[in-house]
């Protein structure tokens, strides 16, 4: 098992960079096997979800080459087997391999997948399109068996504008018989990015970043060249941490208009910020101002945000409210936030926060990826020394904390106990 250990209150001032978009990453690399040629995605971050679907494809017998930061998926040899749950299970977005090996092979044979236990997470509207596009599922306790004679266009309305469910879909129609529209799509940044990828593979998609999109299925899928774009909440993370501890803290390699929610929000609380075309600078403040949020789909507030924006929340003055719309299950990280000395109270799906409060460090739990990442906030600038365990589930997502965090001055390690 591996802890992190942080010895707070220190001040960060340098650089971070920012690696590619994991939620991009994760669909990307199933999303490359629709070719039966040679894929190359760089900017990938090194992160454990990455190394999971890489043991899916080995599982598949695809080849798979990684040198720093890029991927060459090579599928020619690929077989179409049953994906098991030991390796379905290692991350949510595994479940990109259905509408994948569906679109490709009109089968695909896999266990329903794992991730963050952040709420219920149905996959039926994944399972509603590929019924559309001419599927039949079968499920057996928790393994599915979704196959087709003929994938054809059909019109899709998705009840919820959901991620996983615009792209599976996509994944599924792109090589369909006929055209497909998607809509009330979801508009995330990490579609658009894949919808590019596909079309360079020789996909015909438009609309993508709407909430109408259109698929004309093709037959065929070429070898591409494809770059990730950089990931919005690892910088809305690091973003959040600046704006604890920053003196001053650079943001590098980012897209900021992915970001404008948050940053919106910080500017409302009163912090000094300066964007620029490809980077944050943001420093730490005092009297920053109590201010409210409420998750909601892109361009809102996004909801893997709202978790790190709570520690911030903490340190304001007055009385913040945060209100979670996506997820069922997203205050996890309250309780151990209350550990570390926070006034939080949570009624129904919003946290009042009342602020400011001095941190002090404790023994705290990752209870998911982003509540992983709220308490490495709260511990940057809690006083003393806070050990967190679970940190498996922060490693699934940030690349390098430890490195990135510690080239700008903060003290942090993990172990392995
Ligand atoms: C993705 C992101 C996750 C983020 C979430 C919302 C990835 C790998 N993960 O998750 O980090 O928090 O978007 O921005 O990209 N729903 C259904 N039925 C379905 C599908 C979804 O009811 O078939 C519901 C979910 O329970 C949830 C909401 O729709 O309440 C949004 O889920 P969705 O957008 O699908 O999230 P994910 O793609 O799983």
Redesign the pocket.
């Known amino acids: 098992m591996k802890i992190m250990e942080i010895e707070g209150g220190k001040e960060l001032s340098g650089t971070i960079r920012i690696s590619g978009a994991?939620?991009a990453t994760?669909?990307l690399i199933p999303a490359a096997i629709l070719t039966d040629e040679e894929a190359t995605i760089c900017n990938i971050p090194e992160i454990t979800d990455t190394d999971a679907l890489c043991d899916i494809l080995n599982e598949l017998n695809v080849n798979v080459k990684r040198a720093s930061e890029s991927i060459i998926i090579n599928p020619k040899n690929m077989q179409n087997i049953e994906i098991k749950e030991e390796f379905s299970k290692k991350l949510?977005?595994s479940y990109y391999f259905m509408g994948a090996l569906l679109g490709k092979y009109k089968k695909a044979v896999m266990y329903f997948p794992g991730g963050c236990s952040?709420?219920?997470?149905?996959?039926?509207?994944?399972?509603k399109g590929f019924e559309a596009l001419g599927a039949t599922v079968k499920s057996d306790k928790n393994k599915y068996i979704v196959e087709a004679k003929e994938l054809h266009g059909a019109n899709i309305y998705l009840d919820?504008?959901?991620?996983?469910?615009t792209i599976n879909i996509m994944l599924a129609a792109v090589k369909a018989k006929g055209k497909t529209i998607i809509d009330n799509a979801?508009k995330?940044p990490?579609i658009v990015n894949v919808a590019t990828f596909l079309n360079n593979m020789g996909a015909k998609i438009t609309g993508a970043g709407t909430s109408t999109i259109k698929i004309e299925g093709v037959d065929y899928l070429h070898q591409c060249f494809h770059e990730v774009i950089p990931d919005r909440?690892e910088a809305g993370t690091y973003i959040i941490i600046g704006a604890l501890c920053g003196n001053p803290l650079k943001i590098d390699n980012i897209i900021p208009e992915h970001l404008d929610s948050l940053l919106s929000k910080l500017e409302e609380m009163g912090v000094d910020l300066e964007i620029g075309q490809d980077y944050v600078l943001v420093s730490n403040q005092n009297n920053k101002k109590a201010t409210s949020i409420k998750t909601a789909?892109?361009p809102g507030f996004?909801?893997?945000l709202q978790q790190p924006f709570a520690v911030l929340q903490t340190q304001c003055n007055g009385k913040s409210k945060a209100t979670e719309t996506?997820?069922?299950n997203r205050f996890m990280h309250i309780p151990y936030l209350r550990d570390l000395g926070a006034d939080i109270v949570v009624k129904n799906q919003t946290a009042t926060i009342i602020g400011p409060t001095p941190l002090i460090g404790t023994s705290v739990v990752a209870t998911d990826l982003r509540a992983g990442a709220a308490m490495v906030a709260a511990a940057l600038i809690a006083t003393g020394k806070t050990t967190i365990t679970n940190v498996e589930h922060i490693l699934r997502g940030y690349e390098n904390i430890v490195e990135k965090l510690t080239n700008v001055g903060a003290k942090i390690s993990i172990k392995e106990i």
């Open positions: 994991k939620n994760v669909a949510r977005a952040i709420g219920a997470r149905p996959i039926d509207l994944h399972l919820i504008a959901s991620v996983g469910a979801a995330e990490e909440i789909v892109y996004p909801t893997d996506i997820w069922e």
